[in-house]
Every structure is written in structure tokens, then in C-alpha cells.
């Protein structure tokens, strides 16, 4: 089977899992895209293809993720946390459903303009990638401490860089000791569901229950679904106004180029730069919400292709998230030394895989969530249980971490996982730190501590 057909398939997978995955509000992106993209490139899938099934899976994710924000007033995932406020207001006026429509439109035009923006910048970038490379070690320590002083524990994340990078480390000498060889995926896994597995640890634990018990079931209250188009697949121009069309446009293309910064901090930052220079609640709020959501798609798009193609190694925040399989799938894909699809894709490979991706997603979800929002949202609401969901994912990441070392694989990343989530639930040391000194352990206990 060619390369072009794998792409194809494994694209439309994606559209499909994803699709219905987008309709589960509080869904963790990278909980969820690590493992599937990693048993994509574990199965033995040609880069391109991995790529393109990562691209449809972003893409479609982000566009369902709009449902539950717009129409029951819970963020689809962190990234809608910022266009809370105005989807509420457009659900108390009565017009949810044309609030759902101008973030869906917003979201595909952004994701289309980055990829080619973003995909030139980086070519403008590569240049400075060996320097990169050769510095992998110090520049993942300092990206560290950045991101720790602008996370919500900053500064205890700043001091916890060091125990923690000798606590992974110890974890790895434990596993080459048993093993003859080290870990990789178990690490970065468990890191990726700690925030998860805290909850179910605080849920099973008599005196912790209490922090995350409820009352009463969760009451949503939706909003009746209506029709202003002809046809199947609307055009997403039509739906917004020219201005709003404009402004999703430029808002886009700046995003694109801002890689290392948080996707939520610019979509906060693009929707309210666009929101006060407009005059009219309703107006305000209708492009306000179409500019955060393509702000979401383009900073997502931009953040995996950047650092992608001009360094092969994470320096994003998608990066060092959901992107991570991209970068560092062992043995088929490492970060240091590099040998990902930085090194055995071209740019332009990247374009048109990175189009088949982002053409089959929209094919299928953007009609999806214009066509059918309300009855996909009921049919999750009453049909698929979140438990569920969360215990696939879980056996997911137990299969992976066999593969890579056995029942030392899955205790090591249940160990990093109860470490991260802890330090993550309560002293607010993010996951992107984690990530980063879990890349920068081994410099840092050989280089600052001579170990």
C-alpha cells in the first residue's frame, strides 16, 4: 500500500476518533493524542502518515471541542477556558447556536492559514537548528525555568527542577539496572496522565475524597438546534461577516509565528485585542469568539510544524504536549540525537501531508458540528460514560508501557505519573515542565551536579 493511501486512512481514523472525542468536554489533549499518536508510530506507520493522522486529529478535536463550550457553557479543553465568557453571554441572549457556528468557521480558516505560514517560518528558522541540536541539553533546562516562572506555581517550580530531574533519572537507573536498557515512552506517558491518575488516587483515598466529591449530578441545560443554510457543508466565509473574516485572518497569521508562547495566553490576548476595539455586545462577542477559536487552531498548528521542521526537537508548548510522539517515539523516533520527521520528512512533505490531514478533518467534523451539535452532544451526554473513557485511555497507556519494558515500564510510569500529578494538583508545577526536565535530566545531573 502506498505511502499516500496510509495517510489517507490513517487521516480519516483520526477525523472519525477524534470527531466524537471533541464531544467529551474536559477531554486532556495530551492524555489523549500521546498515546494514540504513539501506537500509530509504533504500528509501523510511514512518517507522513503519522503526521497527517496527527493533523486530522488536532483539527478535529479543536472544532468539536466548540460544541459543549458553546452550547452547555463547558471548555471542551483548556484552550475554550478563555471563550467562556462570551459563549455564555451569546447562551443567555438565546443564540448559542450562532455563537457554535462563528467558532467552528473561525477555527478552520485559522488552521489553514498556519500551515503554510508556519511551514515557511520555519524553513527561515532552520537555519539556526544545529545550534539547537548541539545545545539540547542546556536549552531544555532553561526552557524549564521559563516556563516554570510563568506557570501557576512558579517558583517552587523553579526550585523543584533539580529533585525532580534526580528522581527521573533514579527511576531510569532503576530500569537499565533490571532492563539492560533505559526508558523513554513510560516516562513521557506518565507524565501525560498524571494530572488524571490524581484524581482517581484522590477518589479511592477516605481522606482525600471529599476535595473532589459532588453532591449532585452535573445539570446542563441545552440550547434548541437551528438551521440557516442549504445543503451539507456551509461555507465557513458566509457564516461570518467580512470583518470578522479579516479579523481571524490576521489574527491567525500572527499566531502562526509566536510558537513558543501558550495557546491559551494568545487566544485570551487575540480575542480581547479584536473584542475592545469592537463597539456592540453581541458583535463583540460573535468576533471575539470566531478570532479565539481560529487563534486555537493556527497557535496548535504552528506550535507542532515549527519546531518540527527547523529543530527536530520540542520547543513549544504543543511540542512538549500532545505533539510529543512527533518528536520522540523510541526506538522509531528520538529527540537526542535527532531522528524524527524532522530529519525524514521534507517542507514539502510537511505541506502536502500536512493539507490531507487538515482537508479530511474538516471534511468530516466541520459539516458534523454544523449539521448535528445538539443530537452528538445529547447522544454523549446520555450514552458515553466518561469513566469509560478514561479507562480505555488508561489501558492504552498500560500497553504502550508494556511494549517499551514490561511490567517495569508500566510501574515506572505509574511512578512518574503519581510523582507529576501530585506535584502538578497541588504545588501547580505544570506539565510542560515536567516534560522539559525529563528532556534535560541527564545534562543536568552530569553537567550541574558531575554525576
Known amino acids: ?17 477524534f470527531t466524537l472525542i471533541g464531544l467529551i468536554s474536559g477531554s486532556d489533549e495530551t492524555a489523549i493524542l500521546v498515546p494514540t499518536t504513539l501506537i500509530v508510530v509504533l504500528l509501523g506507520a510511514p512518517p507522513e502518515a ?29 484552550t475554550a477556558a478563555p471563550m467562556l465568557e462570551h459563549a455564555n453571554f451569546m447562551r443567555r441572549i438565546g443564540l448559542p447556536h450562532i455563537a ?20 515557511l517560518f520555519a524553513m527561515f528558522l532552520s537555519q539556526f537548528g544545529t545550534f539547537f541540536q548541539e545545545n539540547a541539553g542546556i536549552i531544555f533546562t532553561g526552557a524549564a525555568v521559563l516556563i516554570g516562572y510563568f506557570s501557576k506555581g512558579r517558583w517552587v517550580s523553579i526550585l523543584l527542577i533539580l529533585p525532580l530531574a534526580l528522581v527521573i533519572q533514579g527511576l531510569n537507573l532503576v530500569s537499565t539496572t533490571i532492563l539492560g536498557n533505559g526508558l523513554s515512552i513510560s516516562f513521557f506517558l506518565g507524565i501525560a496522565i498524571g494530572p488524571m491518575l490524581t484524581d482517581i488516587l484522590l477518589a479511592t483515598s477516605d481522606s482525600a475524597r471529599s476535595m473532589i466529591k459532588r453532591t449532585k449530578p452535573n445539570e446542563y441545560k441545552l440550547a434548541p438546534e437551528q438551521k440557516s443554510w442549504s445543503g ?9 461577516t467580512k470583518k470578522q473574516s479579516a479579523a481571524v485572518g490576521g489574527t491567525s497569521f500572527l499566531s502562526s509565528l509566536t510558537f513558543a508562547l501558550s495557546p491559551v495566553g ?20 460573535t468576533t471575539s469568539l470566531s478570532t479565539m477559536n481560529g487563534v486555537t487552531e493556527s497557535t496548535y498548528v504552528a506550535e507542532t510544524i515549527i519546531p518540527l521542521v527547523a529543530f527536530g526537537i520540542p520547543l513549544s508548548p504543543v511540542a512538549i504536549g500532545p505533539a510529543q510522539a512527533l518528536f520522540n517515539a523510541p526506538p522509531v523516533f528520538t529527540a537526542d540525537p535527532v531522528n524524527n520527521l524532522h530529519s525524514m520528512m521534507d517542507p514539502i512533505d510537511f505541506l502536502i501531508y500536512g493539507l490531507i490531514g487538515l482537508v479530511i478533518a474538516a ?9 448535528f451539535a445538539r443530537k452528538a452532544t445529547v447522544f454523549v451526554l446520555k450514552r458515553i460514560n466518561q469513566e469509560a473513557i478514561i479507562g480505555m485511555f488508561i489501558g492504552i497507556v498500560c500497553l504502550l508501557a508494556f ?7 508500566i510501574v515506572v510510569t505509574f511512578a512518574m505519573a503519581m510523582v507529576g500529578g501530585m506535584l502538578n494538583r ?12 525529563f528532556y534535560g535530566s541527564a545534562w543536568i545531573i552530569s553537567t550541574v551536579l558531575g554525576m
Open 403 to 409: 511494549y517499551e519494558g514490561g511490567l517495569v515500564g
Open 232 to 240: 451539507y457543508f456551509p461555507n465557513p466565509f458566509k457564516v461570518l
Open 100 to 119: 457554535l457556528r462563528k467558532m467552528i468557521s473561525g477555527g478552520i480558516i485559522g488552521a489553514f492559514i498556519a500551515l503554510p505560514v508556519s511551514l
Open 50 to 78: 503519522v503526521f497527517a493522522f496527527f493533523m486530522s486529529a488536532v483539527l478535529a478535536k479543536h472544532l468539536t471541542h466548540a460544541i459543549p463550550t458553546a452550547l452547555m457553557g463547558v471548555p471542551g479543553d483548556t
Open 363 to 371: 471534511v468530516i467534523a466541520y459539516p458534523f458540528s454544523m449539521n
Open 266 to 285: 494568545m487566544t485570551s490576548l487575540m480575542g480581547e485585542l479584536v473584542g475592545s476595539r469592537i463597539k456592540g455586545q453581541y458583535k463583540k462577542a
Open 426 to 437: 497541588f504545588l501547580g508545577v505544570g506539565v510542560g515542565v515536567q516534560f522539559m526536565v
Open 1 to 17: 500500500m502506498s505511502v499516500l493511501v496510509i495517510a489517507i486512512l490513517l487521516a480519516i481514523l483520526a477525523g472519525v476518533i
